[in-house]
């Protein structure tokens, strides 16, 4: 079982910055792919960017060039660096961990908002 807790998420004006971070336990955080997902109230959930054990990182076109995920396994945390934001970011973020070896073993966080408007 792995336990994820996001933080970073609030409000920001267009154009800023924000950091997201999901602090990982319960497990061995180098062993999963780690993930950043945002959702709109009555829309899918869909992947903002991933990074996987070997550091290979993949971004939705949306976010490419603005966003940045990385990775820390002493500490088991993933950070998603926001950029140049824009009000369609807007959504609540769930980070997401996979193990590299089984597709049983899939956890999410509880999500926190971000909120981008003047």
């Known amino acids: 079982q792995v336990q994820l807790v996001e933080s970073g998420g609030g409000l920001v004006q267009p154009g800023g910055s924000l950091r997201l971070s999901c602090a990982a336990s319960?497990?061995?955080?180098?062993?999963?792919?780690m993930g950043w997902y945002r959702q709109n109230p009555g829309k899918q959930r869909k992947l903002v960017a991933s990074?996987?054990?070997?550091?290979?990182?993949n971004y939705a076109d949306s976010v490419k060039g603005r966003f940045t995920i990385s990775r820390d396994n002493a500490k088991s945390m993933v950070h998603l660096e926001m950029n140049s934001l824009k009000p369609e970011d807007t959504a609540v973020y769930y980070c997401n961990a996979k193990h590299s070896m089984s597709k049983k073993y899939d956890y999410w966080g509880q999500g926190t908002q971000v909120t981008v408007s003047s």
């Open positions: 990074i996987t054990t070997l550091l290979t990182t």
């Open positions: 319960g497990s061995i955080f180098s062993l999963y792919h």
